[in-house]
């Protein structure tokens, strides 16, 4: 198995724009594609982006994805940013049958 | 809409069994497009895997934890459960079931969630 590891936190000011990296301790990022979740406080995850840089029905444009093979590491991201992007956010990814979660992002929207 | 809901007790002794059901409404286990999965975030903590079933009874889990988790299905009833053996207060967390989706034979994300719900292990 291998491991995600995401920044503690970060945070922005509204309308700029931040970047969530993810990075890969072993094997190719490029192995197995990667998702994002969004988690509001008390409530569940939802999805923001799949197979690396895929956008869900219903989730703005501002949110994007994308991996760089030289670093081994996903990235997310938000544009534009508003204070309602402020949540925890969770990279995803697979390695055979397990599914592996980072260890999440606080962003904070001040 | 599709609605996954957790029911189960809420609080569980240490060396004890841990064991919540997820009810799928507006939508069918049986479903050949999806596995069924239950996920735990520990209080503050991060998200964790546990296992993943399909409507067939076809399982598999975390192998970190693989020893004492069985989940299962009820087909008749749209449901799937998870039991967790030899609780401590480490497995102290809110339980999320979901459904999984696949295309191609391949896992894509998880798309639906249910509420969560929390189960403390205190004697």
């Known amino acids: 198995n291998f491991m995600l590891t995401q920044p503690h936190s970060v945070s922005e000011s509204p309308g700029e724009t931040v970047t969530i990296s993810c990075t890969r301790n072993?094997?190719?990022?490029?192995?197995?594609?990667v998702q994002w979740y969004q988690q509001r406080p008390g409530r569940a995850p939802s999805i923001v982006i799949y197979e690396d840089s895929r956008r869900p029905s219903g989730v703005p444009d501002r949110f994007s994805g994308s991996i760089d093979s030289s670093s081994n590491s996903a990235s997310l991201t938000i544009s534009g940013l508003k204070t309602e992007d402020e949540a925890d956010y969770y990279c995803?990814?697979?390695?055979?049958?397990?599914?592996?979660f980072g260890g999440g992002t606080k962003l904070t929207v001040l | 809409q599709l609605q996954l809901q957790e029911s189960g007790p809420g609080l569980v002794k240490p060396s004890g069994t841990l064991s919540l059901t997820c009810t799928v409404s507006?939508?069918?286990?049986?479903?050949?497009?999806?596995?069924w999965v239950w996920i735990r975030q520990p209080p503050g903590k991060g998200l964790e895997w546990i296992g993943s079933?399909?409507?067939?009874?076809?399982?598999y889990y975390n192998p970190s934890l693989k020893s004492r988790v069985i989940i299962s299905v009820d087909v008749s009833k749209n449901q799937f459960s998870l039991k967790l053996n030899s609780v401590t207060a480490a497995d102290t967390a809110v339980y999320f079931c979901a459904r999984e989706k696949w295309d191609l034979l391949r896992f894509v994300y998880f798309d639906y969630w249910g509420q969560g719900s929390l189960v403390t292990v205190s004697s």
């Open positions: 072993s094997g190719s990022i490029a192995s197995n594609y």
């Open positions: 995803q990814s697979y390695d055979n049958s397990n599914r592996l």
């Open positions: 507006d939508g069918s286990i049986s479903s050949s497009s999806h596995y």
């Open positions: 079933t399909y409507y067939t009874g076809s399982a």
